[in-house]
């Protein structure tokens, strides 16, 4: 047996130990990224072999809560894929209006810059009060940066072009106050904005929606749980519902495929047909 043979099974025997633990379960993510994070945490603790890690994991709980964060990549962006964030604009939100209430669902918010640019966005659209916005994450860290609503300062140049790129129709400074390094989010654009916690491998639907992004999350799942993923997607969306996707996702070979038509293969728009 190789020592790649032998770390595969301590790897299992870890995300089992884990599960059994803590709940969190982890054994369906997708392999390459899940070894990336976790040879990450014992260059961190300063560990050997995976045995070691799952020793320390199982007695420690504060290596466990290290390693969650560094299982869960809460990399996120304003107005992330501009393009994307445009045909929401040009093509979504037209059909939204058509509703006199618009529920939305962002599943695996993270730290909530995706939620506020469709905020943004809403309100520039005149349908913001309108809405409900459903924010969920299993990483309760992350929806409590999200809540703050309070950004890097310097990332706000950045993230203006981005705004302007997706058909911003204000100045992007409107929307936060600078205070020292931070950028304070005006507190109006929170308040349809439900933040709470979900998870994508234990929950189930909890409402009916007209839109679902599910974006950059079932990247880092593996085939079972991204089809489980997408149940719990399909059975959330009202019929004619629309599901925005990641850059690098899509619905193709997923068991839900035949149940949606594409709106946008570039920017990974579906609309539930069935
Ligand atoms: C890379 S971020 C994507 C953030 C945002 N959607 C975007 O595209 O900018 C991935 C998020 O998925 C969340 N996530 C990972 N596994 C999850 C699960 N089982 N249930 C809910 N959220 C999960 C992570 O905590 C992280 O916040």
Known sequence: MTSDEIQLIEIKLLLEGIFQK?????RDYALASIRRRILKRMDGEN?????????????????MDRMLLDFSVSVSDFFRDPGFFKQIRDQVIPFLKTYPFVRIWHAGSATGEEVYSLAIMLYEEGLYDRCRIYATDFNQQSLEKAKSGIFPLK???AYTKNYIDAGGKLAFS?????????????????????????????DQSFNEFNLILCRNVMIYFGKNLQARTHKVIYNSLSQWGILGLGDKENLTFTPFEDHYETLSQTYKLFRKVK
């Open 47 to 63: 560990l050997k072999t995976v045995s070691a890690l799952q020793d320390r994991i199982l007695h420690d709980e504060t290596c």
């Open 174 to 202: 409107n929307y936060y106050t600078a205070q020292y390094d931070n950028a304070i989010f005006k507190s109006f654009l929170k308040e349809k904005i439900v933040f709470a916690q979900h998870n994508l491998v234990t």
């Open 155 to 157: 990332k706000m140049k």
């Open 22 to 26: 803590y709940g969190y379960d982890f």
